[in-house]
């Protein structure tokens, strides 16, 4: 007797888990593999944090908070959304930095940004210090106040017109929320967590703040697989939770709405969205190490993957993941 369709693709996700799960670790380790289905989790599995110069490591399970990485780049663009919900923030409009007015880089709007196209110089690279600005903001001479930091490199191409991958436009555009939310860190982590991680269940979110107060929104976001779930499924329901509208109607269509491809990975970038090309009218929350939350809503479908893989292994992570998608037959 043949399975159900349910219990059939249960048994091919288990299948890609013990994959997943089995790698070398010089290959990477998944951390954290939780897939949901009509809102409800179908599966879920949890490995074990390896040990590190400062610690022990130990098992990962449901209520382990783990690091975002660059899917923090999408939470950010759910507070954008929030704060165009209540009128404090137009994304057609120039961008609100003080240091930019009466420059060139007054023009840069905040869908610029958004875009990753406001023109402005940034090396994302997370090896090579000696280029790296993202490592320089990060941890270097910009950790303090990581906006500014920014805000403050060179106009190299016209607002609008080249798109560029940058943490340090994703830290500009969490200035810009909280400075439109007002009080400061305080004002924004209240921000947060009664506007989305509340009304969500993300109960383990913790975002990370620099030292000027700045939700560094392009990396920091700590929560449980399970939460980083919750949040993909805002998307899925087009920004909508338990019959309550978070987002404005169409921001989910806002962060998937394609604006440049990204050859070396193979994926589409939305609005601090990515989006997978075999999968249409997908977005995904990506992060560095193997973190990936993936919205599929032709198959009412939310995964998670966390873990600790090198960029040269990624890729069969990213294979994994997409078998997991097509494990599951299409609902709408």
């Not at 409800?40 to 074990?48: A, D, K, M």
């Amino acid at each position: 007797m043949s399975q159900p369709p349910a219990a059939a693709a249960t048994a091919a996700v288990a299948a890609v888990a013990d994959e997943l799960f089995a790698a070398d670790e010089r290959e990477g380790i998944t951390l954290a593999l939780v897939v949901c289905q009509h809102g409800e989790v179908v599966f879920e599995r949890y490995g074990r944090q390896p040990d590190t110069a400062f610690g022990p490591g130990g098992p990962v399970d449901a209520d382990t908070t783990l690091v975002s990485w660059s899917m923090a780049k999408s939470i950010t663009h759910a507070a954008v959304g929030l704060a165009v919900a209540d009128g404090v923030l137009e994304v057609d409009a120039p961008a609100p930095v003080p240091a930019w007015q009466g420059t060139d880089k007054a023009a840069i709007t905040v869908l610029d940004l958004l875009e990753m196209r406001p023109g402005l110089e940034f090396v994302e690279d997370y090896v090579d210090d000696s280029v790296s600005h993202c490592i320089d903001m990060l941890y270097g001479s910009g950790q303090a106040d990581m906006a500014a930091y920014a805000a403050a490199l060179p106009l190299v191409h016209e607002p609008g017109s080249v798109w560029n991958y940058s943490s340090g436009t994703t830290n500009i555009v969490a200035r810009i929320v909280g400075d439109a939310v007002g009080g400061g860190r305080p004002g924004m982590e209240t921000y947060l967590a009664e506007r989305l991680f509340g009304p969500l269940g993300m109960s383990s979110a913790v975002p990370k703040f620099d030292d000027a107060g700045t939700f560094v929104g392009s990396s920091f976001v700590y929560a449980t697989a399970r939460d980083f779930a919750r949040f993909g499924q805002l998307y899925l329901d087009d920004g909508v939770t338990a019959g309550r509208r978070l987002l404005p109607e169409g921001w989910r269509d806002h962060g998937r709405t394609q604006i440049a491809f990204d050859p070396d990975g193979g994926f589409g970038y939305g609005r601090h969205w990515w989006i997978w090309p075999e999968f249409a009218g997908s977005m995904a929350a990506h992060g560095y190490e193997g973190q990936y939350t993936l919205v599929e809503p032709a198959r009412d479908l939310v995964v998670v993957h966390l873990g600790k893989v090198p960029a040269v292994h990624r890729p069969r992570v990213r294979d994994a993941l997409a078998r997991i998608v097509v494990a599951f037959e299409p609902t709408a």
